[in-house]
């Protein structure tokens, strides 16, 4: 621990009012340290991991942390704060702020000390000496476990063990719980869960067990320790690997924040489904259908214990994300062959048998090809990873098959929907058949692939593929057929879906409707992209532009983020307004749905086309229309600036009618008036 922190990585009055100010304090303070080289790269990157899940635990304690390719060591820095800051815990602000930075190839002896202080955090006596801690030397040797212990017997008798028989021992033995911890990042979540976990089965008199998922390594349970159980636990935010080992137990399957924040209740409820007899079905390498009992602190990656509709968005979104690299890669080499030999370099003669070195149409027409042999994976990979989201790995062949045959039958994106949460069904059902113990070794690489991949591909080609396609086509000739008033009522839709929650769900599914699109283009599809693209642009430019026109109704951190949102507002990275829309949601999220919504409604009034799905201005050659496009752009991003000025001073005049002086200061602590 001796290289992760030092006196001055520690703040022990550390005046920020704001979660952002005080990472942004605390990074400083490794940036002089050398241990970040990008301070605004890396608080971006705290940021985006605080949007997945706050940081804010129970007992006054804050943990920002991140894996990031702009840090050079693995880094820890301590603050202290006497007002408290929120950090999103149920009981309240945090005084105990830890600001742990980890490089995207950490090493697993880093972090495994880094896990080590995750469980030290859940000791009481640990934070109570950090919060009576006056010098911040001092303060990080205790960090470090370098706080002076009691020199032990070096040589104690050993107490004789009393002797006991059979009986008493089999009446004495304690309820056995083997659990699971992991969380989205594997830095923190993960071990203090497992620490709270523990310490609660002290107390209780249970038994309790631990495997934690995380980045500092996977090591399994004994296998005799797990058919020893008297039940399980899952505390997860992400999949838990290997589910099939736990399955015939009775199962707890919440988030991993419920695991750090209410573990005695987690060890209750699992007795009680022991007691009740209550088996979860869990297949060798499939999920859970145990419904867990439901919490407020995040459910497990699968999201078994989920309404269903939170369940549905997942498995799309699990398929999304995975497409994604599919649509950039082969979207972006396509576009590139579009501006050096033209649309009509998607005609050419394969390249396997024409092609000159020193023809820039051979070039272009080779780009063309490897774009379009990464965009034929779009429709199988969003079909394979559905069906993987809902039922793991047995359920990629099923998937992969059926959206290999949603392309055969034209039944495309829509197709590929159909297929992936057909085959998660049908092997989540032959999942659920008990089967033979013979046959539970060959029943995930064998059984199951080759049932599933039968019965959706007969469905797919008999029953839903035909209709399916059927509806593609109908919504191919709408978009084609859009004009006026119905093209820009969809340019609004899409512009309020791509800017109300910047990289979220709604943002997905707009993105994903638009490449989809890409996949077998037409006018219609090309318009939609070109319409998403310039809405997700909208929210960054406008927070920069705000910024800068008025800058006394920012925070200094909020202003040097502006800088940072012109180059990501550029790019297309929606997720350079999050910052702005974490600090003040009420004013920042409906000016930018404005903004965006009239930018969407221009770029589809204006007929702009585009057939890259990525790039922002720097694909402004490809893009039809382009400089009606831009104005589109930059008349959403004067909307959403106007609004959000407008609002935020509207704020400012009712809560300081004395004026801006203070908000004028260079530091983020005397910035009361946007506290």
């Known amino acids: 621990m001796s290289e992760l922190i030092t006196a001055e990585l520690v703040d022990l009055d550390l005046s920020a009012a704001t979660k952002d100010a005080a990472a942004r304090s605390l ?6 340290a050398d241990r970040v080289t990008d301070l605004d790269g890396f608080l971006a990157d705290v940021a985006a991991r605080e949007a997945q899940m706050p940081t804010g635990l129970d007992g006054g304690i804050g943990i920002p942390h991140c894996r990031s390719e702009h840090v050079s060591a693995p880094t820890l820095a301590f603050g202290r704060s006497a007002a408290g800051i929120d950090f999103g815990a149920a009981d309240g602000p945090a005084d105990l702020i830890f600001l742990i930075a980890a490089p995207a190839g950490a090493d697993d ?3 495994t000390i880094l896990s080590a202080l995750a469980r030290r955090l859940m000791d009481p006596e640990f934070t109570a000496a950090l919060r009576a801690g006056t010098d911040p030397g001092a303060v990080a040797a205790l960090i470090r476990g370098e706080e002076p212990t009691e020199n032990p017997d070096p040589d104690p008798e050993p107490e004789p063990e009393p002797e006991e028989d059979d009986a008493t021992a089999a009446a004495a033995a304690p309820f056995r719980i083997v659990a699971v911890t992991s969380c989205p990042t594997g830095i923190a979540h993960t071990y203090m869960a497992a620490e709270s976990l523990a310490a609660a089965g002290r107390a209780e008199g249970v038994e309790v067990t631990v495997e934690t998922q995380g980045s500092a390594g996977f090591k399994k349970l004994d296998p005799a320790v797990v058919a020893a159980a008297d039940a399980v636990i899952w505390a997860h935010d992400v999949e838990v690997r290997e589910k099939g080992r736990f399955r015939g137990k009775p199962l707890v399957d919440v988030g991993v924040k419920a695991g750090i924040n209410r573990p005695a209740e987690l060890i209750a409820e699992a007795r009680r489904k022991a007691e009740r007899g209550e088996i979860a079905a869990v297949s060798e390498d499939g999920g859970s259908t145990d419904s867990g ?15 269903f509709g939170v369940r549905l968005r997942t498995y799309l979104m699990s398929g999304v994300s995975y497409m994604v690299p599919f649509v950039a890669a082969g979207g972006l080499l396509i576009a590139l062959s579009f501006a050096i030999g033209g649309y009509e370099i998607a005609s050419a003669k394969s390249v396997a048998d024409h092609f000159v070195w020193g023809e820039a149409d051979s070039w272009a027409a080779l780009l063309n090809q490897i774009g379009s042999a990464a965009f034929a994976f779009l ?3 969003l079909a394979g990873y559905i069906a993987y989201g809902m039922a793991d790995r047995p359920a990629l062949v099923p998937g992969f098959v059926g959206g290999a045959i949603a ?3 034209n039944a495309g994106f829509l197709g590929g929907l159909v297929a992936g949460l057909l085959a998660g069904a049908v092997v989540m059902a032959i999942q659920r058949v008990p089967v033979h113990a013979t046959l539970r070794g060959i029943m995930p690489v064998l059984v199951i692939p080759l049932i599933a991949s039968a019965v959706v591909g007969f469905l797919m080609f008999i ?5 399916i396609a059927s509806l593609q086509n109908a919504l191919t000739d709408w978009l084609n057929g859009l004009s006026g008033s119905n093209a820009v009522i969809l340019g609004v839709v899409l512009g309020l879906m791509m800017c109300f929650d910047m990289g979220g769900p709604l943002n997905k599914v707009a993105y994903a409707f638009a490449v989809g699109g890409l996949a077998d283009p037409t006018d219609g599809s090309l ?5 998403v693209m310039a809405a997700g642009m909208v929210p960054p430019l406008a927070m920069a532009l705000a910024t800068t026109v008025r800058k006394k109704l920012f925070t200094k951190t909020e202003r040097e983020n502006g800088r940072a949102a012109w180059v990501l507002g550029a790019s297309f990275i929606t997720e350079g307004a999050i910052p702005f ?3 003040d949601p009420l004013r920042v999220i409906p000016s930018v749905m404005a903004g965006g919504a009239v930018t969407g409604a221009l770029s589809m009034a204006f007929g702009a086309t585009l057939r890259a799905p990525h790039g922002g201005v720097f694909v402004v050659p490809l893009i039809g229309q382009p400089f009606l496009y831009l104005l589109a752009i930059a008349a959403g991003t004067l909307v959403a600036t106007a609004l959000v000025v407008l609002l935020k001073g509207a704020r400012r005049t009712a809560s300081d009618p004395a004026g801006e002086a203070e908000a004028t200061g260079s530091d983020d602590s005397r910035v009361t008036v946007a506290a």
């Open 463 to 467: 029953v839903v593929g035909k209709p």
């Open 527 to 531: 318009k939609v992209m070109a319409a």
């Open 581 to 583: 829309a974490a600090a």
């Open 109 to 111: 002896d880093h972090l």
């Open 379 to 381: 429709v199988p990979v």
């Open 27 to 32: 990074a400083e303070r490794m940036v002089a």
């Open 293 to 307: 009992d439901g919490d407020g602190d995040g459910g497990g990656s699968g999201a078994d214990h989920a309404h």
């Open 407 to 409: 392309l055969t039958v």
